[in-house]
């Protein structure tokens, strides 16, 4: 009964490839969003859906670029790889956004690493 | 946007109190504060939340002075379980269409036997 999953937990590869990152809520949340955390644990927010529709892009590379099906979906496919992608990847979930008081339901996050 | 302050990194005792203290200058009167705990290799998982005054669940409290310019999160009798890292997070951006979540580096607490 996992409510944020991502897959895969671990991504190893090499610069240049494009590589996705899945993610699926079944919380009924309406909006999903994508955070980067650093070797240093800075926690970043990189996207936020909003049933289905972008709400939030922060300065992130256009080699990143989520995809959400549906509104229990977020994924996050990264075109030609750098090494400074290496870090981890959290998928998160709200009932709403810009609410005061819903707390955030993150995933257990991939570790993609770039070589 | 409430940026906060909190320490890098805190060491404790098992069965001692461990008092974490988030400094949050610019906090606007709508902002909630918010603590999340996150353990190695797990995403982060909210813990407490308040407004004002104080704030208790089974986990921890959350204690918020009037001017509301800094909170803090107390941990009653840690162990070893709790080793973490704690996040203070305040508020939205306001002045912006966009909400944002900011996180900040957090505290890396850590609890010796």
């Known amino acids: 009964d996992t409510a944020v999953s991502q897959t895969p937990k671990y991504l190893v590869t090499q610069m240049g490839n494009d590589k996705s990152i899945k993610c699926e809520q079944n919380l009924g949340h309406d909006t999903m969003y994508w955070y980067k955390q650093d070797s240093k644990k800075f926690l970043k927010i990189m996207f936020s859906y909003n049933n289905k529709e972008l709400i939030i892009n922060e300065t992130v590379p256009n080699r990143f670029s989520p995809k959400s099906p549906d509104k229990a979906h977020l994924n996050l496919h990264i075109n030609s790889l750098e090494l400074g992608d290496s870090a981890v990847y959290f998928c998160?979930?709200?009932?709403?956004?810009?609410?005061?008081?819903?707390?955030?339901?993150f995933g257990n996050g991939t570790r993609l690493t770039v070589t | 946007l409430a940026k906060t302050t909190q320490p890098i990194s805190m060491d404790s005792y098992e069965g001692q109190e461990v008092n974490i203290t988030c400094s949050h200058n610019?906090?606007?009167?709508?902002?909630?504060i918010t603590w999340y705990q996150q353990f190695p290799s797990q995403g982060p998982r909210f813990i407490i939340q308040g407004y004002k005054t104080k704030v208790t669940n089974e986990v921890a409290s959350l204690f918020i002075p009037a001017d509301r310019k800094s909170s803090t999160l107390s941990l009653p009798r840690v162990s070893l379980s709790d080793t973490a890292v704690y996040y203070c997070l305040v508020g939205f951006d306001r002045g912006s269409t966009l909400g944002r979540l900011y996180f900040g580096r957090g505290t890396q607490l850590t609890v010796w036997p």
């Open positions: 998160a979930s709200s009932p709403e956004d810009r609410a005061d008081n819903s707390p955030l339901h």
């Open positions: 610019n906090i606007a009167t709508n902002d909630y």
